[in-house]
């Protein structure tokens, strides 16, 4: 029961490359998160997805792509890296059909851009 | 607006008890959360309140009072391990999953 995997855990690229981030959940659950965190912002969403093939922004989605075309995967690409996307990344999943919306995060995404 | 507040940091000493408080104003509620976070790890859920009053899970209790627009988060008998950040945060009902996330309180416990 592997639960909620991202890829890869640390990253080094520079600016301008594009970059993606990889997020596997094997609950099925229908919703997914990409967050960010950073020291004196706490975790800030830049994108979600209710269902494959639906997604909307968050509070930070510029400079950020994502896609769902199956439920269990939802990447997301850094389409030209700037040294201010340097931060930890966290996917997390939420099931439908709970009368609370419990999240569930995966271990991170350390990503430095240089 | 929207807005969570939780003090920043906060000590304490091996077995003693703790209150982590957490203020929200937000556009709706439909339930707060607490999860604890280990420096270099992911958020893990604590606990959830929707109603008003005490939920008690072992050693960590949490309190909500909707009319207040308040929490806290009880630890009691405080272990080593329970040094993490702890995270509040609130479902504003908005139909979509998404969570309104204070900033953390960083517990560090002293032996």
């Known amino acids: 029961d592997a639960g909620i995997t991202q890829s890869p855990r640390y990253k080094i690229t520079e600016t301008g490359r594009q970059v993606t981030l990889m997020c596997h959940q094997t609950?099925?659950?229908?919703?997914m998160f990409w967050y960010r965190q950073d020291l004196g912002h706490g975790l800030r969403l830049i994108y979600y997805?209710?269902?494959?093939?639906?997604?909307d922004k968050g509070e930070v989605p510029d400079g950020y792509v994502v896609s769902r075309s199956k439920t269990e995967n939802f990447p997301l690409t850094l389409e030209s890296a700037t040294r201010s996307q340097t931060s930890v990344y966290f996917c997390?999943?939420?099931?439908?059909?709970?009368?609370?919306?419990?999240?569930?995060f995966g271990p991170g995404t350390r990503l430095t851009v240089l | 607006g929207q807005n969570i507040d939780q003090p920043t940091e906060m000590t304490a000493t091996e077995g003693a008890i703790v209150q982590i408080n957490c203020t929200y104003q937000?556009?709706?509620?439909?339930?707060l959360f607490w999860y604890q976070q280990h420096a270099g790890e992911a958020p893990t859920f604590l606990s959830y309140?929707?109603l008003d009053g005490l939920e008690e899970k072992g050693r960590f209790s949490s309190f909500l009072s909707r009319s207040k627009g308040y929490s806290y988060l009880l630890l009691k008998e405080l272990q080593m391990k329970d040094s993490a950040s702890y995270l509040c945060a609130v479902d504003n009902a908005g139909n979509n999953r998404k969570l309104i996330w204070g900033l953390g309180t960083s517990l560090g416990v002293n032996p």
């Open positions: 609950w099925s659950h229908s919703y």
């Open positions: 309140n929707v």
């Open positions: 937000t556009s709706g509620f439909n339930g």
């Open positions: 997805s209710a269902a494959a093939d639906i997604t």
């Open positions: 997390a999943s939420s099931p439908v059909g709970t009368s609370r919306d419990t999240q569930y």
